[in-house]
């Protein structure tokens, strides 16, 4: 039964408010994967903020049209699948690729390219794209830099301190073996 027109805009909403709310996305060609394979793969994805799509290419080249990004025309072609990568793109992919790699399903599904903040990647620069850092651990390296120089302070005023406290120590023996004495 085919699309009606009506349910075909709706689709194309749909899709720009995904491109929208997404720093890029992979195409991956797809070809025998069970609808378990697939639920596998979504939860998977799912964890790191990714979704997987599986659309109309030609409802796909509108929605990338009105969102105004760049549309592949080559990417798109034959049965693809689209992994979003929301704001994790790089986790989003290694998630991707190294689930493709467990399972096996290198003869199933092939990475094509994507795009990501603007440029389209090919499937080299979607593998360089997953070894950059994941969200998570941009924040924990942001974190660590911020915490970094309050532990050098603190650091600092402890041994501040604690000279202080060694010369007071210091001075109080030897009033205390000066007294002594004197007695």
């Not at 950059?132 to 924040?139: A, M, N, S, V």
């Amino acid at each position: 039964m085919p699309i009606t027109r009506t349910r075909k805009k709706e689709l194309v909403a749909s899709y720009v408010d995904i491109l929208n709310e997404s720093d890029g996305f992979v195409v991956v060609h797809t070809q025998g994967l069970s609808v378990a394979q697939v639920q596998g793969l979504r939860n998977v994805l799912r964890e790191h903020s990714g979704l997987y799509l599986v659309a109309k290419n030609t409802l796909m080249r509108k929605a990338l049209e009105e969102a105004k990004w760049i549309v592949p025309e080559d990417l798109l072609v034959g049965p693809v699948a689209i992994i979003f990568g929301g704001d994790n793109m790089p986790g989003v992919s290694k998630a991707l690729l190294k689930h493709i790699e467990d399972e096996a399903f290198e003869e199933k599904m092939t990475v094509t390219g994507g795009i990501m903040s603007g440029d389209v990647l090919d499937a080299q620069q979607v593998e360089a794209v997953s070894q950059l850092p994941t969200l998570d651990e941009l924040r924990a390296q942001l974190a660590g830099l911020m915490v970094s120089p309050a532990q050098g302070v603190v650091n600092v005023l402890n041994q501040a301190t604690a000279g202080v406290v060694n010369v007071l120590q210091a001075y109080l023996d030897k009033n205390e073996q000066g007294a002594g004495v004197s007695e």
